[in-house]
């Protein structure tokens, strides 16, 4: 089973992106905070990362930041899932830290789906 980690400072957002994907057959596992995400990482490998971009402590450009140097994790597939706006230094950001996709809050569900089936490549 398909497993993805959503990485949200919000519990209603982890919440609702729970209740979408677990309808859609994959297994979610929800953390509150970037600190939280590397303890999880360690012991739960996962096939998809999505993270918020703004959060206290650790924003989400420094978790992914993290998770790039790790050469157990630098691979895995990760979407922004933020109300951040992306525009020309954003999409550079995103470029650079091999961000498959970004994904605007709030979530417009069949667009959701979608998205994360192509970057999940079904």
């Known amino acids: 089973m398909t497993k993805v980690m959503v990485v949200d400072d919000e519990p209603d957002v982890v919440e609702l992106v729970k209740e979408i994907l677990t309808g859609e057959g994959y297994e979610v596992v929800g953390v509150e905070s970037g600190d939280e995400c590397f303890k999880k990482l360690k012991n739960t490998p996962v096939d ?6 703004f959060m206290p402590g650790m924003d989400g450009r420094r978790v992914i930041e993290k998770i790039r140097e790790n050469p ?38 069949d667009d959701f789906i979608s998205r994360i089936k192509k970057v999940l490549g079904e």
Do not use: C
Not at 48 to 53: G, H, Q, V
Not at 75 to 99: Q, Y
């Open 48 to 53: 998809l990362i999505l993270m918020d971009f």
């Open 72 to 109: 157990d994790l630098k691979d895995v597939k990760i979407v922004f899932l933020t109300s951040a706006a992306f525009r020309g230094r954003g999409m550079k950001i995103i470029e650079e830290l091999n961000i498959l996709d970004y994904i605007p809050k709030p979530i417009e569900m």
